[in-house]
């Protein structure tokens, strides 16, 4: 333990803040074919794991029995109460507005009264009331998604049958923050969040025409990204037939026991599977069209430099016994000679002398009379 001490001042301290990102790609593949197979169900898969309540399932980059299986994202739906589509006859139609309202409520928050906020698009101020949600893995986001970074790809394919492999996404759409780092809003009570704008990936430009929420021909808005919260919610004008045929709708709902045929466009979309389909059957129908996701996620490091700055005249003597034989300082042969030491170890004590943190040097630092030392220690957190 030490018996001298150095005070630290105010210019002695730096505070520093560095984003470090990492690449998270998500493959189709992970999220519902590589576990699943040909005669394997939707939602039977062994990294997909659903759950008695039936309100959402979850997404394992293995078998999530497996000890080493890592959560990557869930999958959930829901409308408000005064969406069109709501009924009391729908399937799981309480949960899937209790869905709708505790995202909102956490997402969007309250307004002046004391209701919970829709979901709405900044470009056009339009509402969304009915919306998909994946909310991504804490594991993956870390403290955020990066701005600007995040792309999902959708197959659109209206003539596939429903399941999963290239046919399918002969055609796709990507959604994609593109101004998400310069273009964000702040007024969500979990921080800020961006629009995901839609293009076409593969196939005919038709399968942008007919959104509701943005430019009929040009990246409409089809959703919103919550960066710190880490959750994407997709608005359902994506998932109905508009004025041409080839939206994702096509062929999403095909397990739905109304849908007689792979190829009738008339009778799908989302109103339709609202209605009848469980919320596991709609989180089913998304997943198989997970083409690829892929994002950079941010850790924020915070640091305090401290600077421990050695005079000519500090510690040059040592308290460790060892320096000692005989009374006598081992490193000096005559009474005259220079005291020598060497710096192994820097500990930061707390005003009360409590030691707080140490940190070890990569070699011995000499130290006597005629230098002086500077050593920057950084402390994490």
Excluded: W
Excluded at 70 to 92: K, L, R
Excluded at 227 to 239: E, R
Excluded at 346 to 375: F, M, W
């Amino acid at each position: 333990m030490a018996t001298t001490y150095k005070n630290l001042l105010s210019n002695d301290l730096a505070n520093t803040r560095t984003l470090l990102h990492e690449a998270i790609p998500i493959t189709g593949s992970i999220v519902s074919g590589t576990y699943g197979g040909a005669g394997t169900a939707l939602g039977s898969e062994p990294h997909i794991k659903t759950y008695s309540h039936g309100m959402f399932e979850s997404v394992y980059d293995y078998p999530y029995l497996s000890s080493s299986a890592n959560q990557i994202f869930d999958v959930t739906v829901g409308y408000a109460s005064t969406s069109p589509v709501s009924a009391s006859a729908n399937s799981q139609n309480s949960k899937k507005i209790n869905i709708y309202n505790q995202m909102a409520q956490y997402l969007v928050g309250y307004d002046i009264t004391g209701s919970i906020k829709k979901f709405t698009m900044p470009p056009t101020n339009a509402t969304m009331k009915e919306c998909y949600f994946i909310p991504f893995g804490r594991l993956l986001t870390k403290d955020e998604i990066k701005k600007g970074s995040f792309t999902l790809e959708l197959g659109v394919s209206g003539t596939t049958a429903f399941t999963h492999g290239d046919a399918l996404f002969a055609e796709r759409i990507k959604l994609t923050d593109t101004s998400g780092s310069s273009g964000y809003y702040v007024d969500s009570p979990t921080g800020e969040y961006g629009v995901l704008f839609a293009s076409t990936s593969a196939g005919s430009t038709a399968l942008l025409q007919g959104e509701t929420l943005g430019s009929a021909t040009t990246n409409p808005a089809v959703g919103l990204l919550y960066y710190q919260a880490g959750v994407a919610v997709l608005s359902a004008s994506i998932f109905n037939e508009g004025s041409t045929s080839g939206h994702l709708a096509s062929a999403l709902y095909v397990n739905h026991p109304r849908v007689t045929s792979v190829g009738d466009t008339s009778t799908l979309g989302f109103t339709l599977a609202a209605t009848g389909a469980t919320m596991a059957q709609m989180a089913d129908g998304l997943r198989n069209r997970i083409y690829n996701i892929s994002y950079n996620n941010t850790t924020e490091l915070n640091s305090t430099i401290y600077f421990c700055r050695v005079g000519h005249g500090d510690f040059n003597y040592s308290s460790n016994p060892t320096y000692l034989t005989g009374s006598q300082i081992r490193v000096k042969t005559r009474a005259a000679d220079t005291p020598v030491t060497y710096f192994t170890t820097v500990g930061l004590y707390s005003a009360d002398n409590e030691l707080l943190a140490v940190a070890k040097l990569s070699e011995p630092l000499r130290k006597d009379p005629t230098n002086e030392i500077t050593l920057r220690v950084r402390l994490d957190y």
